[in-house]
């Protein structure tokens, strides 16, 4: 009988924790559909600053922003984090063009990210395509353009999964391609619709030699389908295109950091974020402004839904995850240095479209445990728990013991706006955001309150 009691109690208090954590995600979705602030936020950021290049003016006003912003919510901290960057400038707008029987087709290109100039005149050559790296060892390519056409794999759901599978030919393109002696590199943009918008993006040119360096730019996918079918009827034909981009002396920027110091264990830190910097195509709202103001509002909700964190709960805004990672990894240098116990981080950094769920780096028993959460979020129609990547901007805090989660979005319409001029704030849905910023202040409410299970364990170890 005695058994029975303690069974029967303790399935009581398993019911009454379970409601309350209903109970307490009810009030967070709620608080942030109907008070929300992240669109406004996002609204300022898109409209009143625009695109945040590293480096760059807006950049610079942007972490303005978001500090004043973040000083009114009354957090306990609130601070900028200094971290050189690199300053990369574009120039005048690119030209390009091929001629077809006499007549001239002016195409849409930009440069990408790190790549230098053309000359003055620009560059003028025979065009030779290809699917992929490999196909360089396989082509004479010197004194010519090569044109990188492998498009994202169609029928892959995990859209990322179709990015992954052809990046490697925008980021790493020129630098393999300039070791055979071509002039140049057009690339077809990182894009699952046939449309006129070129998607620029980071590139490298690794330890090539500066005198072996050639200019690459990004061309729309319905002008890669129109190269690549003009160049079957003409093998000569010959490619133009000018652009005056330059990459200048680092300079100063900065991480924007805000705390809630935690009531039971302030020396425990978990972290939500999102990247400040965007390209300088569009405004950004995509990538990643939606990232940055829902990690903003994770805070905010919080302290409206009167949950008092147990751990210290910091929201970084990171500068410099499009060309250079330079703000992820100066914060994670800044936490070894002092000697901070990081438990938890979660990044949004896939869009402000409507959350399907997350994707977890760590351990099978903190994932055991937060599949027995997955219940609760089922209700709002997020069902996706699956392990895998977080983010890049909280990858190099990655240790044995820390618990990495990214917020998974519906990733469909994702690539249609990544890295584009048409990546603005009238593409993000304002319901959508806010169902974002709830779904990452649950996980982070229920993180906080049953804690990471490995760090648990060692501390009841050592008491």
């Known amino acids: 009988m005695k058994y029975l009691s303690i069974l029967f109690a303790l399935l009581i208090t398993l019911s009454v924790s379970a409601q309350t954590d209903q109970d307490q995600l009810k009030t967070i979705y709620s608080q942030s559909l109907t008070n929300g602030k992240s669109y406004e936020w996002l609204d300022y950021l898109s409209n009143n600053i625009g695109g945040r290049l590293s480096g760059s003016e807006n950049a610079q006003k942007a972490v303005n922003y978001t500090k004043a912003e973040l000083e009114k919510l009354g957090l306990d901290k609130v601070w900028l984090q200094p971290v050189m960057v690199?300053?990369?400038?574009?120039?005048?707008?690119?030209?390009?063009?091929?001629?077809?029987a006499g007549k001239i087709n002016k195409v849409n290109i930009c440069a990408l990210g790190g790549s230098i100039a053309t000359s003055k005149l620009g560059l003028n050559a025979e065009v030779i395509e290809v699917q992929g790296l490999e196909e360089l060892k396989e082509k004479d390519v010197k004194g010519k353009i090569v044109f990188f056409n492998r498009p994202m794999q169609a029928d892959l759901i995990q859209t990322f999964n179709a990015y992954g599978g052809c990046v490697d030919q925008r980021y790493a393109g020129a630098m393999e391609a300039g070791k055979f002696g071509a002039l140049g590199?057009?690339?077809?943009?990182?894009?699952?619709?046939?449309?006129?918008?070129?998607?620029?993006?980071?590139?490298?040119?690794?330890?090539?030699?500066?005198?072996?360096?050639?200019?690459?730019?990004?061309?729309?996918?319905?002008?890669?389908?129109?190269?690549?079918?003009?160049l079957k009827s003409d093998k000569n034909l010959k490619f133009f295109f000018k652009q005056s981009c330059q990459q200048l002396e680092d300079v100063e920027s900065y991480n924007v950091v805000g705390e809630i110091t935690g009531s039971e264990f302030p020396n425990e830190y978990m972290i939500v974020g999102g990247h400040l910097d965007s390209w300088d195509l569009g405004d950004g709202s995509h990538d990643d402004g939606a990232g940055v103001v829902q990690s903003m509002d994770v805070l905010r909700l919080l302290k409206e839904s009167n949950i008092k964190p147990k751990r210290s709960i910091?929201?970084?805004?990171?500068?410099?995850?499009?060309?250079?990672?330079?703000?992820?990894?100066?914060?994670?240098?800044?936490?070894?240095?002092?000697?901070?116990?990081?438990?938890?981080?979660?990044?949004?950094?896939?869009?402000?479209?409507?959350?399907?769920?997350?994707?977890?780096?760590?351990?099978?028993?903190?994932?055991?445990?937060?599949?027995?959460?997955?219940?609760?979020?089922?209700?709002?129609?997020?069902?996706?728990?699956?392990?895998?990547?977080?983010?890049?901007?909280?990858?190099?805090?990655?240790?044995?013991?820390?618990?990495?989660?990214?917020?998974?979005?519906?990733?469909?319409?994702?690539?249609?706006?990544?890295?584009?001029?048409?990546?603005?704030?009238?593409?993000?849905?304002?319901?959508?955001?806010?169902?974002?910023?709830?779904?990452?202040?649950?996980?982070?409410?229920?993180m906080d309150k049953y804690g990471v299970k490995k760090l648990e364990g060692e501390k009841e170890f050592k008491n």
């Open 86 to 100: 690199p300053k990369w400038v574009r120039g005048e707008k690119e030209q390009a063009y091929f001629e077809v």
């Open 314 to 446: 910091r929201v970084v805004l990171f500068m410099n995850e499009e060309n250079g990672l330079r703000g992820g990894k100066k914060y994670a240098e800044e936490a070894k240095r002092n000697n901070e116990n990081h438990v938890f981080a979660l990044e949004s950094d896939s869009g402000g479209f409507t959350p399907r769920g997350f994707s977890f780096d760590c351990d099978q028993e903190n994932f055991n445990q937060i599949l027995g959460w997955q219940h609760l979020f089922k209700p709002y129609l997020i069902h996706y728990f699956e392990k895998g990547g977080s983010g890049a901007d909280i990858g190099p805090l990655k240790n044995e013991s820390i618990v990495l989660a990214g917020l998974r979005p519906d990733s469909q319409r994702y690539f249609d706006y990544h890295h584009a001029e048409n990546d603005t704030f009238d593409a993000v849905n304002k319901r959508e955001l806010e169902l974002g910023a709830a779904t990452m202040t649950s996980l982070i409410y229920l």
């Open 185 to 230: 590199v057009i690339v077809r943009s990182m894009n699952l619709r046939e449309d006129d918008f070129p998607h620029t993006g980071s590139m490298s040119y690794g330890d090539l030699p500066v005198e072996k360096r050639i200019p690459s730019a990004a061309i729309s996918t319905k002008d890669a389908n129109k190269l690549s079918a003009a």
